[in-house]
């Protein structure tokens, strides 16, 4: 950065890891369970849903479950008209039944309860869980036994809707801090007056990450109580301790940390029920499939029943949820930060031109979370000019980002050693990319601005991208539709055109890639009419006021794609 006036702001694009598979999630559920897709196919199954059914998963995968499994009390074929499940499912709702009945693979009737909710697969394609539980696994022609006196809080009905409500929520998201709030939200208040979780950080730290408390509906941070903590120690039987070593889960309360404290994570915990007045707590590890992540700790107040033993078994299964969850979102943050200091690396800054501003703009697909092929470049050139570009490479992956590197690469190069117009700069470009790069198609425009007698001179050529946008001070916006050819890489050898404009004194131009006009269920034409008005608008505003409120004003709101702007403001005299 060599000019006072320029200003740039990066925002780096980043790469997602892969989605849990259905079928890893469903092992998780400790009941049976199944995903079916939009035609209401089985997908996915686990293997409670196969000893429960008595079919193994190739019998029971890619076949309509209504179906396959769905039946009246005496194992009639049910009509979809009369099925529960089968309007839920159309509904695309959540919902619940005590008594339904599946077909087993013996050709007997099993009784079940069951819960159905929207189910999202990869971020696209939606799909529906389905939980069933079978009180004591009977058949229906055997008397059933007498149900035993309720030893858990929540009935089996409620823990299965909320151990799916769980999994759906938590790996519906690669952001920590959204999976933690979430997290919250699914425990308070319904299974506990204070929620705290203690993670180990990437460096073998443990850090007090969440204290929250319910009193009622409301939720209430304590930040006070949140904060690095001491090392975990290595032989210590206290219940934190030996969640966060991965050894077990636990019951406390505040006379367990009432003696002499053996580490400072006993210390801690002295002063966390001491503050909190909690008089019962369940801590359970936070485990991925490769490490453990930390320590849940559910707390309950005077007013609430103490945790028991039959309360672990569920406080396990939130915990290890909440620890795949949160295991994908480090993975995707940390594959998100290499994807941020390689785009990083690969967009310039912009040079110091005398009498010239220059600004850029580079924002990353907030969904596709991907590097991506959107490109800009400004340098001076040998006989005192200034060339711009700015491009896309067809793709959004790190194939793409590597393949807008060779191409802008080799663009200065030819620039910078031929002394040739734009146009024959870009055939070489054009020709050089079919032989030694993986691109395969893309966008560009590269232009030439110097001074004039006049004031400045824009020489430009496009291949395929969208055009130049130039606005007076006066805010009279025009497109520079001339000089326009086709994109590279198709090999035609098609000889290309160049373009001049006078650059009038005080005049902004605008380079963009087509994610700032471009969105679903809205033409092109909408798009830089859009782009236009807004432009002219904004003109009076400073350089770096006026390219962040065009974003901010232009940019799709459903945007997919990424966003590379570049503008260009000449002096007023």
């Not at 499994?69 to 039944?97: D, E, K, N």
């Not at 009784?111 to 389905?130: A, F, H, M, N």
């Not at 620039?415 to 040739?420: G, K, L, P, V």
């Amino acid at each position: 950065m060599t000019g006072p006036e320029y200003t740039e702001t990066f925002q780096g694009p980043s790469v997602p890891t892969a989605p849990v598979a259905p079928t890893a999630s469903l092992q998780a559920i400790g009941a049976g369970a199944y995903v079916v897709d939009e035609q209401g196919c089985i997908i996915a199954v686990n293997a409670h849903a196969e000893r429960l059914l008595g079919r193994p998963a190739a019998d029971l995968i890619g076949h309509d479950a209504h179906d396959l499994l769905h039946r009246g009390p005496q194992g009639q074929p049910l009509p979809r008209t009369q099925c529960a499940m089968r309007q839920a499912f159309h509904a695309g709702r959540t919902a619940q039944a005590d008594e339904d009945y599946f077909a087993r693979g013996d050709g007997t009737v099993l009784r079940i309860s069951w819960l159905i909710t929207p189910y999202d697969l990869d971020g696209r394609q939606g799909g529906t869980l389905v939980v069933f539980h079978a009180p004591g696994h009977t058949n229906v022609s055997e008397p059933e036994p007498e149900p035993e006196p309720a030893a858990q809080p929540l009935s089996e009905l409620a823990r299965l809707a909320l151990l799916a409500e769980t999994t759906t929520r938590l790996t519906s998201t690669l952001d920590v801090d959204e999976a933690l709030r979430r997290l919250v939200n699914l425990v308070l208040p319904g299974l506990a007056d204070w929620v705290v979780v203690d993670l180990i950080t990437e460096r073998d730290e443990v850090w007090r990450t969440i204290v929250v408390h319910a009193d009622g509906e409301k939720l209430t941070p304590h930040e006070d109580l949140q904060g690095p903590m001491p090392p975990i120690p290595e032989e210590s039987p206290m219940p934190l301790s030996r969640a966060l070593r991965g050894v077990a889960s636990n019951l406390a309360g505040p006379q367990t940390y009432q003696g002499a404290p053996d580490s400072g994570i006993a210390v801690e915990q002295r002063r966390l029920f001491d503050v909190t007045g909690m008089r019962s707590a369940a801590i359970a590890p936070i485990r991925s499939t490769r490490a453990v992540l930390g320590a849940l700790t559910l707390g309950r107040d005077e007013k609430s029943a103490p945790f028991t033993p039959v309360d672990l078994p569920l406080i396990e299964d939130i915990a290890r949820r909440a620890g795949l969850a949160l295991d994908n979102a480090r993975l995707y943050q940390r594959q998100r930060k290499v994807a941020e200091t390689m785009q990083n690396h690969l967009l310039p800054q912009m040079p110091g031109v005398p009498g010239l501003q220059m600004t850029v703009r580079y924002l990353p697909a907030p969904d596709a979370s991907q590097v991506g092929g959107d490109w800009y470049d400004a340098f001076p050139l040998s006989d005192a000019s200034t060339a711009l570009a700015i491009g896309d490479v067809v793709g959004h992956d790190l194939e793409a980002a590597a393949g807008m590197a060779q191409v802008r690469n080799m663009l200065r190069a030819y620039a910078w050693s031929q002394h040739e117009p734009p146009s024959r700069i870009v055939e070489r470009l054009d020709e050089a990319i079919q032989h030694i790069t993986d691109v395969t198609m893309a966008t560009t425009i590269f232009a030439r601005v110097e001074p004039a007698d006049d004031g400045w001179q824009l020489s430009w050529t496009n291949a395929g991208h969208p055009p130049p946008l130039l606005i007076s001070r006066d805010g009279l916006a025009r497109y520079l539709t001339d000089g326009h050819g086709i994109l590279l890489g198709t090999q035609t050898g098609t000889r290309r055109r160049d373009a001049t404009a006078q650059l009038p004194p005080g005049s902004t131009l605008v380079l963009y890639t087509d994610g700032l006009v471009e969105a679903p269920r809205r033409t092109l034409d909408e798009g830089l009419d859009r782009l236009r008005q807004h432009a002219a608008a904004l003109a009076h505003r400073p350089l770096a006021s006026f390219t962040d409120q065009l974003l901010r004003r232009v940019r799709p709101a459903g945007n997919d794609d990424d966003v590379a702007v570049l503008a260009l403001r000449v002096p007023d005299s």
